[in-house]
């Protein structure tokens, strides 16, 4: 009987271990869940940061490194960038002193936006910094010694035991960045509390030479941050507003045009700057292309997967080879099978026309990236939490939706991921003053109807005034 009992258990071994097996698997997926308790966008309370038209003219104007061509190739597009009359400056640009910020603006500003924002998040949700298990920080182009990450810890009292991340030179595709670390993190700590800080430090790196392709930032880039707490704790679910579904980062480094494409540099007279150069429309295409055929397969149902598969094979036959994003698009693939929501990154109007084309978006769902572009301005790796805000003030988000967010940024990397809403949002947050405003009736420039700037006589007199 002991033999036949033993030979029993020899027998079901295999099915023991397949049950453990799947038992384990099922425990793993459980706990690598990423929940969004909440978020804080930054805005100035000062309003004389703010830049309408006028005074980016006035501003531009200053530079005596420019001839009357450049004047106008950055009012033209300070015009047309559809950036509107209310975004928000770096106080040393206001106050006119763009070409001698000091290591104490570069603090001050940043000090101004995390902790405004964090002061807020700890209010808003009742968590104390005590708390926090995880801090990531994400500021490009500034990294001062000891670390901002650091800074925050000392202002707050943090634990000596958190796990902290200091992250530079990411682009404006950094808060997503930030946010795919946590989430690993969180598959090998259960139950923690994290905060991502997400800003771009503006007043020190005012671009203050002649080079049209790194005057651009200037036309583009205004300050703007958001922070913002995750958790793994189940406990915290029905707290939770986001959960991250899945997120794909795609990164084009190693080609050459695509690394140089938007990157920080030194003009002829010394003068440092952001270069945006013409290979950027083909980098991010490219990477745009590759991260979704990665995360395509992540969020459409079977049906449509199958049906794409079929148009694919149909138009390659038929069509012969085409360009990556061409291809994944091109045999009608309807991403609106699989998410409700485009959450674009606002870094100019041409960045949002582009994304919106390829994907075949109607301006409905371009609005909120437009919205966010013209009140907020690129706020960089801010940017995408204002155009999530601008849809929960406009009460779009309901439970069981799905969010897609994009961004793109500097390496050249694309970074995708998205995020289904747990339950219904309404929150007027950081739009709660303008949101009745929104959108306008015209996006067109006040300015195009008040001057006539593109007159030589015209500039050179506001030049001598």
Aim: aromatic share 10%.
């Amino acid at each position: 009987m002991l033999m036949d009992f033993f030979r029993a258990i020899l027998y079901l071994l295999p099915l023991f271990y397949v049950i453990f097996y799947f038992f384990n698997l099922f425990f793993q997926k459980r706990n690598q869940c990423c929940y969004m308790l909440a978020y804080e966008c930054y805005k100035a309370s000062d309003e004389s940061r703010q830049l309408d038209t006028e005074s980016c003219a006035r501003v531009v104007l200053r530079n005596k490194n420019l001839g009357l061509e450049e004047y106008r190739f950055l009012l033209k597009n300070i015009v047309s960038s559809g950036i509107g009359e209310e975004t928000y400056g770096p106080k040393n640009v206001v106050e006119g002193r763009e070409d001698s910020a000091t290591l104490a603006d570069a603090l001050a500003e940043m000090d101004d936006i995390i902790f405004n924002t964090l002061d807020k998040l700890f209010s808003r949700t009742g968590v104390s910094p005590s708390q926090v298990d995880i801090l990531v920080v994400n500021v490009s182009l500034f990294s001062p010694v000891p670390s901002l990450t650091a800074r925050v810890i000392n202002r707050y009292n943090m634990r000596e035991d958190i796990k902290a991340f200091n992250l530079s030179g990411m682009g404006c595709s950094a808060s997503l960045v930030a946010i795919d670390l946590v989430q690993q993190l969180f598959k090998s700590y259960k139950n923690k509390l994290a905060i991502v800080v997400s800003t771009e430090s503006m007043g020190p790196n005012w671009y203050c030479g002649k080079e049209k392709s790194m005057m651009l930032s200037n036309c583009l880039f205004r300050s703007g941050g958001c922070s913002m707490l995750f958790t793994n704790n189940r406990d915290f679910k029905h707290k939770a507003i986001l959960k991250l579904n899945c997120s794909v980062r795609t990164h084009l480094g190693s080609n050459d045009e695509a690394y140089n494409c938007c990157i920080q540099v030194e003009d002829e007279l010394g003068h440092q700057g952001f270069c945006l150069t013409k290979g950027l429309t083909k980098a991010a295409a490219k990477a745009f292309a590759m991260n979704l055929q990665v995360l395509v397969p992540k969020i459409l149902p079977l049906r449509e997967l199958l049906l794409y598969v079929i148009r694919t094979r149909f138009r390659n036959k038929t069509k012969g080879a085409a360009s990556k994003l061409e291809a994944v698009m091109g045999a009608g693939l309807n991403l609106k099978s699989g998410v409700e929501h485009f959450c674009l990154h606002p870094g100019g109007r041409a960045v949002i026309d582009g994304v919106g084309k390829s994907l075949r978006l109607t301006e409905y769902d371009l609005e909120p990236s437009r919205m966010a572009l013209h009140r907020f301005g690129n706020t960089s790796a801010g940017g995408l939490w204002y155009v999530l805000g601008y849809m929960e003030a406009k009460k779009r988000l309901k439970k069981g939706d799905r969010i897609l967010m994009v961004s793109l940024g500097a390496g050249f990397k694309c970074n995708n991921c998205v995020w289904e809403v747990m339950k219904n949002l309404e929150d007027l947050n950081v739009w709660k003053d303008c949101i009745n405003r929104y959108p306008p009736e015209s996006l067109v420039n006040p300015f195009l109807e008040k001057y006539s700037w593109i007159n030589n006589e015209y500039l050179s007199f506001v030049r001598l005034h």
